[in-house]
C-alpha cells in the first residue's frame, strides 16, 4: 500500500483524473481551436517561429505550445487528444513535482502524496488539464523555477546549477506563455520578504533575528533569479529574434501590446470588471473540493513563522496582486498560484485551526456552494428537457453537469474528515464525477453546432463565408486534414457583406438565446417559450428575400465559445463533402 502514495501512484491517478473525456470533448474554449489550428498550419507551412490562424498571423502566445502540440499530433494524430495532450502531460508532470517538492519541504510520504491528489482532483485543473491552451505549460516551468528558487534558498546544491536551471525554466516559461513567466517569480519574492519584514517589525527581539535570516535566504534566491535574468533572456532572443525580423516587429508590438497590456487597460470582449474582490470570490467555486480548506490553510500559513510558510504563501499571493486589477478578468489567471496552496495545504491538513467568523462562513459557502449549483444545473436541465428533441442533448448534459458539482460537494464534505471512510468516500466521489464529466461530455459533442453544421453541410471546398457567428472552431471543424490542396479558410464579415452566390458555404446568425437576466427566470420556471437575446429573422428577410430566408436550411446548438444556444440559417452550400 505504501509502495502506491508514491509517483506511481500519482501517475495512475492522473491516468483516471486527466485522460477520460479528452478525445470526446469537442473543442469548446475560443482559444482552443485557434491553438490547434494554428499548430496545423505552422506545420502545413513547414514553420517553426510564426504561428499562423484562418491565414493570418496569430500573435497571442509564444510557440511553446505550438511545438508541443505538434509532437502530439505525430503521436495521436490531428484531433482534440493532440491538441489536448500537452496540458495533461504538463499537469501530470506538476504532479510529480508537487510531491518531491512537498518531501522537501519536510512532509512525509503521505502527505507528500496529498499535495498531488489535491492538484488533481481541484476543478480549475480539472478544466484545464483538458484544453489545448497554454496555462499549464507555463504553470510547470513556474513550479520548476519556484523549486530551483526554494532550493538556493534553504541552501541544498551548487547555487551555479541552481541559476543555470533558473535560465532554462525562465526562457521556457516565457515560451510558453510570456511575461507572466518573469512576474510571478519576481512578486513571489517581493511578496515573501515583504511579507517576513512586516513580521519582524511586530515581534520581540529574539524573533526579529528569525525573520532576519528568513530575508537573508529571500535574498539569495532573488539574487539567483537576477543572474539568471540576461542568459534566459538570451535563450528566449534564439527564437525571438527571428520572430520579430520575419513579423516587421509585429509579434512584439501586437502580442506584448495588444494582448498583455490592452487587456490589462481595457477588459476584453466587454466584461463586467470587479477589481481587487473578483479573485477572492471565483477561487471558492474553482478550487473545489479543497475550498473548504482555504481558511484554515491560509490561517496556518500567515501564523508560521517559518520559511517554507513564507515563500508558499507569497507564491499564492503573487497571481494575485498581478491580476486583481487586470482589466480583464478569468477565474483561471489565478492557476499559477494553485501549487503553493497545495502545498500549504499538505503542510497544515493534519493540524486542526481554530477559525474566526469569517472563516467558519468561507468553509460553510465551500460545502454548500457545489450542491446549490448542482440543483440549480439539474433544474436547468429538467427545464430544457421540457422543450422537446431540439433541446434533449442540453438537457442532458446541464443535468450531468448538475451531477458533477453534486459529486464535488461530497468530495469537499469528506476531505473535512481523515478517517477510511472518508477516504472512500471522496474515492467514490471521484469516480462518480468522472463518469458524470465523460456522459457530459458525449452529449455536449452531440449538441455542439459547429459539428452539428458540419454534419449537414460537409465540408466544401472553396470560399467559406459566416456572419455573426464568428467562432474558431469553424476553422477547426471546416478542415480537411487529409487534403493537401485544400482551398477553404473560413471569411468572417457583416450580414451586409454576405455573397451567397459567390460562396461555397454561406452562414447566418439567425437567433441566438443566453443565460441572461432576461432568461434566466424562464428557464427557471420551466416556461415553454424563452425569449431569444437576438433574433435577426425580419432583417436577413430584407436583405436575402423572403422566400430565400424561409425556405432555407437550419441548424441549432450549442456555442461554448460565448455562451449561447444559435440558430443558423445556411443560405448557400454546394452541397455536401465526405466528411473526415
Known amino acids: 500500500m505504501e509502495r502506491l502514495l508514491s509517483p506511481l501512484g500519482l501517475t495512475l491517478l492522473a491516468l483516471v483524473a486527466l485522460i477520460p473525456g479528452i478525445w470526446s470533448l469537442p473543442l469548446v474554449d475560443r482559444d482552443e481551436p485557434r491553438f490547434a489550428h494554428a499548430t496545423v498550419e505552422m506545420i502545413e507551412r513547414e514553420e517553426w517561429a510564426v504561428p499562423y490562424f484562418n491565414d493570418e498571423y496569430r500573435f497571442d502566445k509564444p510557440p511553446l505550445t505550438y511545438w508541443w502540440m505538434r509532437a502530439n499530433f505525430e503521436i495521436f494524430g490531428i484531433n482534440e487528444m493532440g491538441a489536448r495532450m500537452h496540458s495533461a502531460q504538463a499537469s501530470w508532470i506538476i504532479t510529480i513535482l508537487l510531491f518531491f ?7 512525509d510520504r503521505r502527505m507528500a502524496f496529498l499535495a498531488g491528489v489535491a492538484w488533481l482532483t481541484s476543478l480549475q485543473v480539472l478544466i484545464h488539464s483538458r484544453l489545448a491552451v497554454a496555462d499549464m505549460p507555463l ?29 532554462v525554466w525562465l526562457a521556457l516559461g516565457f515560451l510558453a506563455k510570456g511575461p507572466l513567466a518573469y512576474f510571478i517569480p519576481q512578486l513571489a519574492l517581493i511578496s515573501s520578504f515583504a511579507w517576513f519584514w512586516w513580521r519582524g517589525r511586530k515581534t520581540s527581539s529574539e524573533g526579529k533575528e528569525t525573520f532576519q535570516n528568513h530575508r537573508k535566504a529571500l535574498w539569495k534566491a532573488q539574487q539567483s533569479l537576477l543572474y539568471a535574468l540576461v542568459p534566459s533572456l538570451g535563450l528566449v532572443a534564439i527564437w525571438g529574434i527571428p520572430a520579430l525580423h520575419s513579423t516587421e516587429g509585429a509579434y512584439f508590438g501586437v502580442g506584448i501590446g495588444k494582448h498583455v497590456v490592452d487587456r490589462g487597460m481595457g477588459a476584453m470582449n466587454d466584461r463586467f470588471f470587479l477589481p481587487v474582490i473578483y479573485y477572492l470570490l471565483v477561487i471558492i467555486p474553482f478550487l473545489l473540493p479543497w475550498s473548504a480548506q482555504l481558511p484554515a490553510t491560509l490561517k496556518k500559513a500567515v501564523q508560521s513563522t517559518s520559511l517554507n510558510h513564507g515563500f508558499l504563501l507569497g507564491w499564492f499571493v503573487a497571481p494575485l496582486l498581478v491580476f486583481s486589477c487586470y482589466a480583464t478578468q478569468l477565474p483561471h489567471y489565478i492557476l499559477p498560484g494553485y501549487p503553493a496552496f497545495f502545498l500549504l495545504l499538505a503542510l497544515g491538513f493534519r493540524e486542526q485551526i481554530a ?27 429538467l427545464s430544457q428537457a421540457t422543450r422537446g428533441k431540439e433541446a434533449i442533448d442540453l438537457a442532458f448534459m446541464t443535468t450531468l453537469l448538475g451531477g458533477v458539482f453534486f459529486s464535488l460537494a461530497i468530495m469537499g464534505a469528506a476531505a473535512m474528515r481523515q478517517e477510511k471512510i472518508a477516504r472512500f468516500a471522496i474515492a467514490s466521489a471521484f469516480a462518480a ?30 470560399t467559406l463565408a459566416a456572419a455573426g457567428f464568428k ?40 437567433r441566438r438565446w443566453r443565460i441572461d437576466e432576461k432568461s434566466l427566470w424562464p428557464l427557471l420556471s420551466l416556461q415553454e417559450k424563452i425569449p431569444p437575446a437576438n433574433d435577426y429573422r425580419e432583417e436577413l428577410k430584407q436583405l436575402f428575400g423572403e422566400e430565400n430566408v424561409t425556405t432555407a436550411k437550419t441548424v441549432s446548438g450549442w456555442s461554448p465559445g460565448n455562451s449561447s444556444w444559435i440558430e443558423l440559417l445556411i443560405l448557400q452550400s454546394d452541397g455536401k463533402k465526405e466528411t473526415p
Do not use: C
Not at 546544491?157 to 535560465?167: C, D, F
Open 433 to 462: 464525477f468522472t463518469l458524470f464529466f465523460v456522459l457530459a461530455t458525449a452529449i455536449g459533442r452531440n449538441a455542439h453546432l459547429t459539428l452539428k453544421l458540419r454534419e449537414i453541410t460537409g465540408i466544401p471546398t472553396g
Open 139 to 167: 504553470i510547470l516551468f513556474l513550479v520548476l523555477t519556484m523549486a530551483s528558487l526554494h532550493k538556493v534558498m534553504i541552501g541544498q546544491g551548487k547555487t551555479i546549477l541552481q541559476v543555470l536551471l533558473l535560465s
Open 471 to 510: 467562432e474558431p472552431s469553424l476553422v477547426w471543424y471546416f478542415d480537411d486534414f487529409s487534403n493537401k490542396e485544400k482551398t477553404g479558410f473560413w471569411s468572417f464579415r457583416s450580414r451586409e457583406e454576405l455573397t451567397p452566390a459567390k460562396d461555397s458555404l454561406t452562414i447566418v446568425t439567425s
Open 101 to 107: 517538492f512537498a518531501k522537501r519541504l519536510g512532509l
Open 355 to 381: 477559525l474566526g467568523r469569517f472563516g467558519r462562513w468561507v468553509r460553510n459557502l465551500a460545502l454548500v456552494l457545489p450542491a446549490l449549483l448542482g440543483l440549480v444545473l439539474f433544474v436547468i436541465g
